[in-house]
């Protein structure tokens, strides 16, 4: 296993387009997670599931953003209307459910620039 | 999840050890402190944790003072691919999930 990836790496785009990107996690882990992050500042919490089932949303996922994860393997980011605002990395973290203490592992990480 | 304060930035010689602090005043009974680093491009990299004992691996050491209010990160010997925001987390490690809360994080620059 190569570790988590993403997919495309880099995606510039017009403002009001769509964008889809891709994660494929570590493959025995159930859970998998979705951050953003802009320059200079630290990685933002998206949402997150447990298998193909969506857990938890930040406040930060407007209606424009939908995830998915159908069969519990890779998921999916999809941004509607795409705004300058959203020009962000947009990482993808997957991690085993834990009992106690277990570290979550990073993907490279897409970039996004809405033009 | 408790807050943390880190420097901004530090410089560290190749060679020598960093030591990356860390404080967590407001830290709870079954909250982990949790090191990631991230290189420039890259995502973020898990390094260590622990709980209330200090632990060791193969890329840092953890100290954890015994009230648990603050923590260092210890790179043994640093080289230049050591340069990269540090950042400290703390938070619960149970079945609610693992979304983590990064602060700013220290930029190390390591410097030949």
């Known amino acids: 296993d190569t570790g988590v990836s993403q997919d495309p790496r880099h995606k510039i785009t017009k403002r009001g387009q769509n964008v889809t990107f891709r994660c494929d996690p570590i493959?025995?882990?159930?859970?998998l997670y979705w951050y953003r992050q802009t320059l200079g500042q630290g990685p933002e919490f998206l949402t997150y599931f447990q298998n193909e089932a969506q857990l938890e949303k930040s406040r930060l996922l407007s209606d424009r953003f939908s995830a998915e994860r159908p069969k519990g393997s890779f998921s999916t980011l999809e941004i509607q209307r795409t705004e300058q605002g959203d020009s962000a990395m947009y990482l993808c973290?997957?991690?085993?459910?834990?009992?106690?203490?277990?570290?979550?592992?990073f993907g490279q990480g897409t970039r996004l620039t809405v033009v | 999840d408790a807050k943390t304060t880190q420097p901004t930035s530090m410089d560290c010689a190749e060679g020598r050890a960093a030591n990356l602090p860390c404080n967590h005043s407001?830290?709870?009974?079954?909250?982990?402190v949790y090191w990631y680093r991230q290189i420039h491009s890259q995502g973020p990299q898990y390094i260590i944790h622990?709980?209330?004992n200090n632990e060791t691996n193969e890329m840092a050491s953890l100290i954890i003072t015994e009230d648990r209010k603050s923590s260092t990160l210890i790179l043994p010997h640093a080289t230049l691919r050591d340069t990269a925001v540090y950042y400290c987390?703390?938070?619960?490690?149970?079945?609610?999930?693992?979304?983590?809360?990064f602060g700013g994080g220290t930029r190390l620059m390591v410097k030949p």
């Open positions: 493959s025995e882990h159930n859970r």
């Open positions: 987390i703390v938070r619960v490690a149970n079945n609610a999930g693992n979304m983590l809360t």
């Open positions: 973290a997957s991690s085993l459910t834990e009992m106690e203490g277990t570290e979550a592992f």
């Open positions: 622990g709980l209330k």
């Open positions: 407001t830290i709870s009974g079954n909250e982990y």
